[in-house]
């Protein structure tokens, strides 16, 4: 009887494909999945289509709760992992609860990264990753005409099309270091700039914010070297970091993500990372390389499962993403879909 | 108007507060205008280890029982809270302390347990309380801070009870009681700021009567007792009737009365006959245990026709048993127990109201009848707590029931005068030429003793006699039916009737022919409406909570067919649904 | 008798056991390297006693106003305060600042009262280690030259912090208060050059060479001689100096320790447009400290991870640096990270200025004695000697770079062992001081408070004036809300067992596990309790106990104990003269 314990840690793309990997793979294992929201697993690159009013909520979850039930997944909702401790083999949750594993695998995806020099103005902004951001954005949007956004990732350019959709002014201020994983560099923010002004945004050049005031419920200020924009409200986008702060006293090694090798194995046995908060050296690039977005999670969280099993896959960690890539600095974007 | 029918649990270990967060549950929401039925249950140990669980069913329809399932579960201790896990609802709620002193493992730990379904609210309840007051112990008000937040549930409805509660004890610590409340509302507010419910708030309290108090089923028989103008109280301190005792020591004496703690329940049944033979009203309440020692001197009062009213809260046996359990299983011990043939008044309340007319009935019908009369309650309904518009007894209810000679009958006086009814005029100690000898030995229509044949014979038809002309006095059995044939006749008694109601009225709603009996009096019982009621059942089913259906022994012989039993001794109530499903499979068996 | 009256007890113990208890239960003191009183100070400050929890501070790392600034903060790392689940640690080195930042003038104590140590010492440095130890020669009696090479004395805290974190004024301050003990500065004399170690020898009793690490180290790869690349020390230096060197747009800064962090907001002040930090591992093996991190990258400098410098490029300029990816490995005994490039991964990024602050070692100084193989002397951890009779050394010099409070720290006790063996008599020693007390006013709720940050002026503020202080200090308020958050650690809390009546109130009310039910206790070789073995069962039960390594100090278990069994005491490292001087 295989009594290990395989514990993933995330909840989405990436922790779902790999739960159900490893249950198709290893029927007696005992496998939990820990996610730190309170709903269950939903495609986050739907929301802003969510926002625009497309899709209804129940068209963003992925799988019914009875599926972890018939495959013997133990789902935690809306609990929170504070510390690993690879020697113990034991995982912490914030309720004080220690978890023995056999197994783990780190799939915590990201959480979206507010520069140091933006953090003044953290309260002021409204953010986009999760579905209670969504429906935040929802109301918010109901009582204003115009929005600002700072930056310039994936998720912006697919919000600033619901807004455009409905009918909402969009002023789009382009921010180095938001297309993290990709390097950010003329030709992009020429290729961003061009595109977004033909769909009618209001494209601002980097400039530095000096201030930014709210006047009122729906109505900010903000303040650059030239200008004065009034905005009834206002987000940064730039790209996720990987949620890991809970790894700080886990020894394992973290920039921009979990560095694992091409085998999404962490330096600790049986320990993987999978999806957004994995980061890799790939080869081809040269360089380490984080994959974002809903398709490169589930096939990452594939990989890990199967190789935590004993496989010996490698991660097709990049490929799609810089393809994309490369499509957009010599067509328009990896946005293409915009 | 949207209907809520909701059930609350606190769930936490002895000295967690888990009983008083229960009960400001039950005031702040009857003060909000719902019905509201709580029960708690808490270790047998006086300070123990032991696990304290409050229930409270919450709703805009009135309420008459509690249900299987928790909606909301409120841990104060999450070891002890697992336990309570497989009662949840689907998309129940769990509130937890996030901050427990010690790490768990993943066994003893609630967050393990739950199933995803379930929405897990954590909050640092201790950190909470002490930033907010300076000490951890309003933990449990946090608990209800984040409740009201979550429900939708109008702070001030709790701010009220708590100071209600906190007041006599000073500012400070009603401060803290406030403060740890308030810390939890706003924390609970800020942090769960997208997953808030509006359940009563959409809801127009207002609708509902806010006259009404939250009342226990031993405050019911508290205030009863000192609105029948009881004069003394004579006891000795058990589980689940202490607190009628301890009830009457504060109030008893501010009406001109007094409560004796007697140094067992032998002194405190002598001390009962006693005082009602010199005429004043008197009672003592215990249980099994206790009204065991008072069999023998119970059967004197039968046999010298003296009044005493004797409550017996029925807790889990035999012997010292299930101290702090619920059971029905003293029905025979109150009806048949004793020597001799001694009939004697048991008659038993169905809830909170009841407890407080049955217990001012009780005087009379000991006064008018000369005998002992047996109150059995019960655990879940001692401490059970309804909110209801405060009964009042009228005069006519408190008024004396003693039948007193003719002043013609002065001097040839015969205390045991074979009368018609059975009742033989009462005369008190001082009426001058009326004076006699009680005896416990057989004895004639004067007093005298006498073991003949003949007498023994007259004497012991006569007091049957008198027992069975209460039933005029005593209340008829109720009926819950619909008219004509039944599929299914519930007969039931004490504490379980509620939920026989419920399930009762729930069966009609799905169009099933099924109805209720509710009888108060066991003793003597109406044999005509029970056989009438029966006869027109195709089944009848008895759900009590005792092992053999002491009840079903009592009566199932007017029913010409056998009567089913539905026994349970889990130590805690019968829900409706378990008396559904017995419904339903009886139907089901009744098709096949 | 009557039993109201409050005896107070006060004993020194010099048992391993107490000493172990004091490295267990009160960590902030054990990991400062001078043992700086923290819960002392900080309580001090509380009470509003400025002036005392300044004392307090300098009797034993002698320059608090310039540690409250740039110390390296060994103690916050082992705040209680800080475990997972209590919050965030005390900001005991902000705490220090307020101390000097509202204290009343400073006047140091003048000759008269001090030791009978006659000799004459000759001190080589005037850095921290060399200050410290003239310092406390000073206060033996000793009549102690210091030698500086260069124009100001201070060291690296001179030359090798830049002015915004640390004013010239606070550091001349407290450095005037050291030399006013009678202590006399001859700088610009460079030993070795212009005086020899030999003639120091015979003109004093003693020497004592505390001359720092001077000599910047470069990586050793092409092109370290490209114009346009300068070594980080020799970088911060001229700065100090006030000849700033000129710096490009792009600036690249190579190193991960606090100079390299200094050499890239100085080339930001210096009119940089762009400034990365490229550091071999990541940023969370970075040994400067969360708040230095966090205000670098507000500036706008980026810190680029995993980066291995392989060349620097250039004609004669340097036009930028080619780096190899890295893979981060374990972490190796010396605490850092085993880094293995990544072939294939070269690439060229482009800077015309890069900095090379990969850290410095000592410049050796010609004298005789043993020597190491750079031909710097030898000396004895313990003893600070040399294997010449009367040669001393002491500081960086010996040990290599370290940080400021440990070079006091060296310095300080170097000074002691000088003077134990020129008079061959102990002139004082650590010791556990234990008294009896009370608990305090702090109440539980105090715990929650979050931790108060430094104020800093806004970024946009920072470069002009250039050497303006980033960082404000903690104003009176927050500085007393922040000295609030010590749980005092130096209380130490016990229950009577012989008066406990088991009720467990006290567990009832504790904070956390910190109150157990014991069956037996696991004593360390010191005679320490190392730990509690816990029972379930009450009839295994034989003791209530207080764990201390849990203990929050909140003192409710003191409050709630209805039989007043749990006793206070103030447990405390303290320094104290032995024998008499």
């Known amino acids: 009887m295989d009594t290990r314990h395989f514990v993933i840690i995330g909840n989405g793309p990436a922790g779902n494909e790999a739960a159900a990997t490893l249950r198709e793979h290893a029927p007696y294992v005992r496998i939990t999945v820990i996610g730190q929201e309170h709903v269950i697993y939903y495609r986050p690159n739907l929301l802003p289509d969510f926002i625009a009013g497309k899709l209804s909520e129940d068209d963003l979850y992925v799988k019914p709760l009875e599926f972890y039930k018939e495959k013997d997944i133990k789902l935690r909702l809306g609990q929170k992992v504070v510390d690993v401790n690879i020697a113990d083999r034991e995982i912490v949750l914030e309720h004080k609860e220690v978890i023995r594993f056999d197994g783990l695998i780190l799939a915590t995806g990201g959480k979206p990264r507010i520069p140091e020099h933006l953090q003044v103005f953290e309260h ?171 398709r490169n999670a589930r096939n990452l969280g594939k990989a890990a499962a199967l190789n935590l099993l004993g496989e010996q896959v490698t991660a097709d960690v990049a490929a799609p993403g810089i393809f994309q890539f490369d499509e957009i600095t010599v067509n328009t974007s990896w946005w293409t879909e915009f | ?161 708590i100071t209600g509660k906190f007041r006599s004890k000073g500012e400070r610590i009603l401060d803290a009681n406030l403060k740890s409340f308030d810390a939890g509302y706003v924390y609970a507010q800020k942090t769960f700021g997208d997953r808030l419910r509006t359940v009563f708030s959409i809801v127009d309290a207002a609708a509902t009567d806010k006259n009404k108090v939250m009342l226990s089923g031993n405050q019911a028989i508290g205030t009863a007792a000192l609105d029948a103008g009881l004069r003394f109280y004579f006891g000795y301190p058990i589980t689940p009737a202490t607190p009628i005792m301890e009830f009457l020591a504060k109030h008893l004496p501010e009406h001109g009365g007094r409560v004796v703690q007697m140094e067992d329940e032998i002194a405190s049944i002598g001390a009962v006959l006693g005082a009602f033979y010199s005429g004043a009203r008197a009672m003592t309440a215990t249980s099994g245990p206790g009204f065991a020692l008072m069999t023998e001197l119970t059967t004197h009062g039968i046999m010298a026709e003296i009044p005493a009213v004797i409550l017996d809260a029925q807790r889990g046996g035999p012997s010292t048993g299930l101290p702090t359990k619920t059971e029905q299983s003293d029905l025979h011990a109150a009806v048949f127990g004793g020597p001799g043939d001694s009939p004697r008044i048991v008659i038993a309340p169905t809830n909170v109201a009841e407890c407080y007319h049955l217990t001012v009935k009780s005087f009379q019908l000991a006064e008018k009848y000369q005998t002992p009369v047996i109150v059995l309650t019960d655990f879940y309904l001692d401490n059970r707590v309804e909110n209801l518009v405060m009964p009042v007894a009228t005069e006519l209810e408190k008024a004396d029931g003693s039948v007193y000679p003719e002043l013609s009958a002065q001097n040839g006086y015969a205390r045991y005068l074979d009368t018609e009814s059975g009742i033989s005029p009462r005369s008190l100690p001082g009426m001058e030429g009326f004076e006699y000898v009680a005896t416990g030995l057989e004895h004639t229509e004067r007093g005298q003793p006498d073991y003949s044949p003949e007498i023994h014979m007259k004497m012991t038809e006569k007091r049957f006699r008198k027992i069975y002309s209460a039933l005029a006095d005593l209340p008829v059995p109720e009926e819950l039916s619909l008219d004509g044939e039944l599929d299914v006749g519930v007969i039931g008694w004490g504490s379980t009737f509620g939920s026989i109601e419920e399930a009762v009225y729930t069966a009609q709603e799905k169009g099933l022919r099924v109805g209720g009996l509710k009888i108060i009096s066991l003793y003597p019982f109406h044999e005509r409406e029970i056989r009438a009621f029966m006869s027109k059942c195709r089944h009848v089913l008895i759900p009590e909570l005792n092992f053999a259906g002491q009840l079903a022994n009592l009566i199932g012989k007017l029913h010409k067919g056998d009567v089913v039993r539905l026994n349970l001794v889990t130590g805690t109530p019968m829900s409706p649904a378990f008396i559904l499903a017995r419904i339903e499979a009886l139907l089901q068996a009744g098709v096949a | 008798m009557d039993t109201n009256i409050h005896q107070t007890e006060m004993l020194y113990s010099n048992s391993p056991a107490d000493f172990d208890y004091v490295r267990v239960n009160v960590p902030c003191q054990s990991a400062c390297p001078a043992y700086t009183n923290i819960p002392a100070y900080i309580r001090s400050l509380y009470e509003g006693k400025y002036d005392n929890s300044y004392e307090l501070n300098r009797i034993v790392n002698l320059m608090p106003g310039v540690l409250g600034r740039i110390c390296s903060r060994p103690c916050e790392e082992k705040c209680r305060h800080g475990e997972p689940e209590l919050g965030k640690p005390v900001n005991i080195c902000h705490i220090k600042r307020a101390a000097d930042d509202h204290k009343n003038a400073f006047e140091p104590p003048r000759g008269g009262l001090f030791g009978s140590l006659d000799e004459r010492i000759c001190i080589v440095g005037a850095g921290p280690a060399g200050l410290a130890a003239a310092h406390d020669l000073a206060t033996l009696g000793a009549k102690v030259t210091i030698l500086e090479a260069l124009a100001e004395p201070g060291g690296m805290l001179m030359y090798g912090i830049p002015e915004f974190r640390l004013p010239r004024q606070v550091l001349g301050e407290e450095i005037g208060n050291i030399l006013k003990l009678g202590v006399e500065l001859k700088t610009g004399v460079r030993v070795g050059k212009d005086v020899a170690v030999e003639d120091l020898m015979s003109g ?172 710097v002397v030898k000396g004895d951890p313990e003893t600070f000697r040399t294997s010449l009779p009367g040669l001393y050394v002491a500081g960086d010099f010996m040990t290599g770079p370290s940080t400021v409070i440990e070079s006091i720290a060296a310095g300080r006790k170097a000074a002691e062992k000088i003077a134990e063996s020129l008079s061959g008599k102990k002139f004082r020693e650590w010791t556990v001081r234990i008294q009896d007390a009370r608990i305090t006013d702090r109440q539980r709720s105090w715990d929650m408070i979050p931790r108060q940050e430094m104020p800093t002026i806004d970024p946009s503020h920072r470069l002009h004036p250039f050497n303006i202080e980033v960082e404000l200090g903690l104003p009176k308020e927050l500085a007393h809300e922040e000295a609030k958050r010590c749980y005092l650690c130096y209380l130490h809390y016990e229950i009577d067992i012989s008066r406990c009546i088991y009720c467990r109130l006290c567990i009832d009310s504790a904070p956390r596990d910190c109150i157990k039910l014991a069956e037996d206790v696991v004593l360390s070789e010191s005679g320490a309790i190392s730990k509690i073995v816990e029972t379930g069962s009450w009839q295994n039960v034989s003791a209530i106990m207080i764990d201390n390594e849990r203990c929050i100090r909140c003192g409710e278990c003191v409050r709630v104990c209805p039989v007043d069994c749990i006793s206070v005491s103030k447990v405390e490292l303290t320094e104290r003269a032995v024998g008499g001087i």
């Open chain 1, 124 to 294: 002021l902004m409204l953010p986009l990753k999760t579905l209670p951001d969504a429906k935040a954005w929802i109301q918010k949007l109901r009582q204003i005409d115009s929005v600002l956004i700072v930056g310039g990732d994936l998720t912006s350019l697919c919000f600033t099309k619901a807004l455009l959709t409905m009918g909402k002014k969009v002023f789009f201020m382009i921010q180095g270091g938001a297309f993290w994983p990709v390097r950010f560099d003329a030709d992009i923010h020429d290729s961003v700039s061009r595109t977004l002004t033909e769909k009618g945004v209001e494209v601002i050049d980097s400039e530095n914010i000096k201030g930014i005031t709210k006047i009122s419920e729906n109505e900010i200020v903000v303040n650059t070297e030239t200008r004065k924009l009034n905005v009834g409200a206002f987000g940064a986008f730039f790209g996720l970091m990987p949620d890991v702060k809970f790894l700080a006293r886990s020894g394992l090694t973290i920039e921009r993500g979990i560095i694992v090798d091409e085998r999404l194995r962490t330096r600790f046995e049986g320990v993987y990372a999978a999806g957004d908060c994995a980061q890799v050296y790939h080869p081809g690039i040269r360089d380490y390389w984080v994959s974002i977005g809903y």
């Open chain 2, 1 to 161: 108007m949207p209907k809520v029918d909701i059930t609350v649990e606190v769930c936490g270990m002895a000295g967690d507060g888990t009983i008083a967060a229960g009960g400001l549950i039950n005031e702040a929401m009857s003060l909000g205008g719902f019905s509201v039925l709580g029960f708690d249950s808490y270790p047998a140990e006086i300070r123990g280890f032991g696990r304290c669980v409050t229930r409270s069913r919450i709703g805009t329809n009135s309420i008459v029982a509690l249900t299987d399932k928790t909606h909301v579960l409120i841990s104060l201790d999450d070891k002890q809270s697992i336990s309570r896990v497989p009662f949840l609802a689907e998309e129940s709620v769990v509130l937890f302390d996030n901050q427990p002193p010690s790490y768990v493992s993943e066994k003893e730990s609630l967050a393990a347990e739950i199933e995803p379904g379930t929405a897990l609210y954590g909050l640092p309840m201790a950190d909470l309380a002490t930033s907010a007051a300076g000490t951890s112990r309003g933990r449990n008000l946090t608990a209800l801070g984040a409740f009201a937040a979550i429900f939708g549930v109008r702070p001030d409805w709790f701010r009220e009870v």
């Open chain 3, 204 to 375: 004093y009793d003693a020497v004592l060479l505390a001359a720092g690490c001077y000599t910047a180290r470069m990586l050793e790869i092409p092109g370290e001689n490209l114009v346009g690349v300068y070594p980080g020390l020799d970088f911060v230096m001229q700065v100090a100096d006030g000849n700033p060197p000129r710096v490009g747009d792009s600036v690249v800064v190579l190193g991960a320790g606090f100079t390299a962090f200094d050499c890239a907001r100085i080339a930001l002040r210096l009119g940089a447009k762009e400034v990365s930090i490229c550091i071999r591992g990541t940023e969370q093996d970075l040994r400067v400290t969360h708040e230095e991190i966090f205000e670098t990258k507000r500036e706008g400098i980026s810190i680029q991870g995993l980066l291995l410098s392989q060349r620097l490029v250039g004609s004669d300029k340097v036009e930028g640096v080619e780096f190899v990816r890295t893979q981060p490995g374990e972490l190796l005994p010396n605490g850092r990270r085993r880094i293995e490039p990544i072939a294939g991964s070269e690439f060229i990024q482009a800077a015309d200025t890069v900095i090379v602050a990969i850290g410095q070692g000592a410049d050796p100084i010609p004298s005789p004695g043993e020597k190491d193989k750079r031909g």
